[in-house]
């Protein structure tokens, strides 16, 4: 029964490339072409192949009906989550996670540092679009109109010296973001905090959502901050790849595996 799934879900890529005959299939398997008959029409009979007038077969409309709903039904913060956890408890530093939604950069998710100056963001809340890390790792990933039309119609609050002064600066910083995959916010909306973010990437390699690293120049230097952005994206890429359905195992799955 296990050999029969292998090859029926064999298929599925070999038609991804693009249409092919009953011959090409079972050249491709290695069968013989009434075991390929037999394992198009069961796939066939759940819509996630499609026979064509020209007797070739494709990839079925229930099959990418599936795929858009899995996509649309995952929780990022809750598939986040656990990562987020366990790299608070090695740094201890305040972890964000936040999306693109409305207009809007909204946090979703955020451990707390277990230094006793914290901050005071919360879930739910929006961010300073212009000068927040995740803001521009989000908003980076836009198409460019999309982007330049975002730019164009917010304000630029001078929040400190180090805020994002005007659209045609806004627009140049997202372009250095979205080339070397993260940003940094270094007292752009508080002087005494500095942030560090990494993006969430899903299926498509589309950015989903972004986590970042937050702390107070009074625990940690933006020098020392900057020190932890290769774990910042380890984390974030492991969240993807989880996210994206790569099979790289929950956190708590990595610890069972050498219990």
Same mark, same amino acid.
């Given at each position: 029964?296990?050999?029969? &799934?292998?090859?029926?879900?064999?298929? @599925?890529?070999?038609?991804?490339?693009? /249409?092919?005959?009953? #011959?090409?299939?079972?050249?491709?398997?290695?069968?013989?072409?009434?075991?390929?008959?037999?394992?198009?029409?069961?796939?066939?009979?759940?819509?996630?192949?499609?026979?064509?007038?020209?007797?070739?077969?494709?990839?079925?409309?229930? @099959?990418?009906?599936?795929?858009?709903?899995?996509?649309? %039904? @995952?929780?990022?913060?809750?598939?986040?989550?656990?990562?987020?956890?366990?790299? %608070?408890?090695?740094? #201890?530093?305040?972890?964000?996670?936040?999306? +693109?939604?409305?207009?809007?950069?909204? +946090?979703?998710?955020? &451990?707390? *540092?277990?230094?006793?100056?914290?901050?005071?963001?919360?879930?739910?809340?929006?961010?300073?679009?212009?000068?927040? !890390?995740? !803001?521009?790792?989000?908003?980076?990933?836009?198409?460019? /109109?999309?982007?330049?039309?975002?730019?164009?119609?917010?304000? +630029?609050?001078?929040?400190?010296?180090?805020?994002?002064? %005007?659209?045609?600066?806004?627009?140049?910083?997202?372009?250095?973001?979205?080339?070397?995959?993260?940003?940094?916010?270094?007292?752009?909306?508080?002087? *005494?905090? %500095?942030?560090?973010?990494?993006?969430?990437?899903?299926?498509?390699?589309?950015?989903?959502?972004?986590? *970042?690293?937050?702390?107070?120049?009074? &625990?940690?230097?933006?020098?020392?901050?900057?020190?932890? @952005?290769?774990?910042?994206?380890?984390?974030?890429? !492991?969240? *993807?790849?989880?996210?994206? #359905?790569?099979?790289?195992?929950?956190?708590?799955?990595?610890?069972?595996?050498?219990?």
């Amino acid at each position: 029964m296990s050999q029969t &799934v292998d090859r029926a879900l064999s298929i @599925l890529p070999l038609l991804a490339q693009g /249409p092919a005959d009953l #011959g090409q299939v079972a050249e491709r398997l290695g069968v013989h072409k009434s075991t390929a008959l037999r394992l198009l029409r069961t796939l066939h009979e759940h819509g996630l192949v499609h026979r064509q007038q020209d007797q070739r077969y494709r990839l079925g409309a229930r @099959l990418f009906a599936l795929a858009q709903e899995a996509v649309e %039904n @995952l929780d990022v913060r809750e598939i986040a989550h656990p990562y987020l956890v366990a790299l %608070n408890e090695e740094i #201890g530093h305040t972890v964000h996670l936040a999306v +693109y939604e409305e207009g809007e950069v909204v +946090y979703i998710d955020k &451990v707390e *540092s277990r230094y006793p100056v914290r901050m005071y963001s919360r879930i739910g809340k929006p961010v300073a679009i212009t000068v927040a !890390a995740v !803001a521009k790792l989000l908003l980076a990933d836009l198409p460019e /109109p999309e982007r330049r039309a975002v730019a164009a119609r917010l304000d +630029y609050p001078p929040y400190t010296p180090r805020s994002t002064p %005007n659209a045609v600066a806004f627009l140049a910083e997202l372009a250095t973001v979205r080339e070397q995959g993260w940003a940094t916010d270094l007292g752009g909306h508080e002087e *005494s905090i %500095n942030c560090v973010a990494a993006p969430v990437r899903g299926p498509g390699g589309r950015v989903v959502a972004a986590m *970042s690293v937050s702390a107070p120049n009074v &625990v940690v230097t933006a020098e020392e901050l900057l020190g932890l @952005l290769p774990l910042v994206r380890r984390t974030a890429e !492991a969240v *993807s790849r989880e996210y994206s #359905g790569s099979g790289t195992p929950h956190p708590q799955e990595q610890e069972d595996e050498f219990v």
